[in-house]
């Protein structure tokens, strides 16, 4: 047992030269490559947690502006469901008020149709009624009775009024023709003779006279002189009839007008002009 | 009966003799070495990597621990002179599970120069650390009485490393050659699984020792300069 000193030092040199021989070959790549790994690995989970912080960020950025949407969209929604609600109700009012409107209209103009058709009804039943009466009366109408005319007509002339006569005169006067005296039959002289007499006394002259025959008379006498007009027939009688019918129709219908006037102030702007075809005397 | 490679000589001139454990040590170093640089020479730094390359990561990184433990807080200024301890011993006893070799380890040739190493390597790793009149001061520590002492500590406490890897790799290797003279089936096997236990302990105890003492020089420094 003995220690071989040659053994020593070269067994010493050769550790010596294996250490540097290691370092060279295996620590230095080893720790090398371990450094360089966990530096790479410190790096990507830095970035690692650099990205998830990021993802936070914009998870979180996400979220408020999703709620910030939705915030939006409930508000806009609501917004709108109100305008909906309030255009409907305006139209639903507009459209009862236009059928309101309408409606009235629509009766209105049915009043006035009937109005009218009542109105025309009277009209025509009057006018019938004074056809027949003139027809009545001219059928009837004969020599007798044309005595009868003649003779009321000179007591009418004489029973003239002051007002009347006045009025006669100043026509009279304006003419430059002969009177004109128109019956339904010719008139016999001595009639004639007799209205001569009786319009002389009136005019305190002898005036110059023109007898005619106008069937349109329907019975009677009638002196015109300038739109001066002295009559005695059953046709006036029934003129007068039909003014007074026309003046009633024409009251009643003005009642109503009025009446429905007020009833749709609104409609004052275009009211309906209701023309009545009034046949007054000539 | 040989009980040291120093014991066969292949070649001898004078004082110059290339002996067992000389060669064997060549060896292991050529298989050290080119095992090393055939791994390392295409690392990846990557997290996928090779299981060579795994393995010898898992040996450096645990020396690198171990060291650390122990006290040293930059172990990579270590790991080489540590590390190669380890691993030449380690290696070395581990080898032995090859019929007709004979570990290195096992001649007191080696193990003194394994010893005289640590010896040289405490006082330049404190030197290297401290300074030479830092690291001269510690052998006056705590008083100049204990130069004495220190001294024979530092020389003792080196042939003990020496002696204690000589004396437990030779007689592993003597007890398996007296074994086999005398029941030469099934007992060398255990005992040479033994040895391959011993080898192992004996080469973390001699490397844990090496780094106890040279922490021993640089921290002796290092708690100075703290008070």
């Not at chain 2, 040895?195 to 021993?216: K, M």
Request: net charge neutral; hydrophobic share 45%; glycine share 6%.
């Amino acid at each position: 047992m003995k220690i071989n000193w040659f053994t020593v030092i070269a067994q010493v040199i050769n550790f010596l030269v294996l250490v540097w021989l290691l370092k060279r070959f295996l620590y230095k790549p080893i720790l090398k490559a371990t450094d360089e790994r966990e530096k790479s690995i410190v790096s990507k989970l830095k970035d690692a947690s650099a990205k998830k912080e990021e993802a936070k960020k914009e998870r979180d950025e996400f979220q408020k502006k999703n709620s910030t949407f939705e915030q939006e969209k409930k508000q806009m929604m609501e917004k709108a469901a109100n305008e909906t609600k309030e255009q409907s109700e305006q139209m639903i009012n507009e459209t009862r008020k236009a059928v309101a409107a309408m409606k009235e209209k629509q009766e209105k103009n049915f009043r006035q149709m009937e109005e009218n058709l009542k109105k025309e009804l009277a009209e025509r039943t009057s006018h019938e009624v004074l056809n027949i009466s003139r027809q009545v009366l001219a059928d009837l109408a004969s020599a007798e009775l044309e005595a009868q005319m003649v003779k009321h007509f000179i007591e009418q002339l004489q029973g003239m009024d002051e007002a009347g006569k006045q009025a006669f005169l100043q026509a009279y006067k304006n003419i430059s023709g002969p009177l004109l005296i128109r019956s339904v039959f010719e008139l016999k002289p001595e009639q004639q003779e007799a209205i001569k007499n009786a319009v002389g006394q009136l005019l305190n002259e002898n005036g110059e006279f023109r007898f005619e025959t106008d069937e349109k008379l329907a019975g009677g006498i009638e002196l015109s002189a300038d739109g001066y007009k002295l009559s005695w027939n059953i046709a006036s009688y029934l003129d007068s009839l039909q003014e007074k019918i026309s003046e009633v129709l024409q009251e009643q219908s003005a009642e109503k007008t009025e009446k429905v006037e007020a009833d749709s102030p609104e409609e004052k702007a275009e009211p309906k002009q209701i023309e009545y075809g009034s046949e007054g005397p000539e | 009966m040989k009980l040291s490679p120093d014991d066969t000589i292949f070649w001898s001139n004078g004082f110059i003799n290339i002996n067992l454990t000389i060669v064997t040590t060549w060896g292991l170093m050529l298989v050290m070495v080119i095992g090393a640089w055939l791994i390392t020479r295409k690392l990846q730094t990557g997290i996928k990597i090779s299981r060579w390359q795994t393995i010898l990561e898992m040996i450096v990184l645990s020396i690198s621990s171990q060291v650390k433990e122990v006290g040293m807080d930059k172990p990579r200024r270590y790991i080489p002179f540590i590390g190669t301890l380890f691993l030449f011993i380690g290696i070395a006893n581990l080898c032995i599970i090859f019929p007709g070799y004979e570990p290195p380890t096992g001649s007191l040739s080696t193990t003194t120069a394994l010893a005289i190493s640590v010896f040289l390597a405490v006082p330049f790793f404190g030197i290297e650390e401290g300074g030479l009149r830092g690291y001269l001061k510690t052998y006056l520590e705590p008083t100049w009485l204990m130069l004495p002492f220190n001294l024979i500590g530092e020389f003792t406490r080196t042939l003990a490393l020496a002696v204690r890897l000589f004396g437990n790799i030779m007689s592993g290797g003597m007890i398996v050659a007296i074994l086999l003279s005398i029941a030469p089936f099934i007992f060398p096997v255990l005992m040479d699984v033994l040895g391959l236990l011993t080898g192992i302990v004996q080469a973390y105890i001699f490397s844990v020792l090496a780094t106890v003492y040279i922490a021993g020089a640089v921290q002796a420094r290092k708690s100075k300069q703290k008070t």
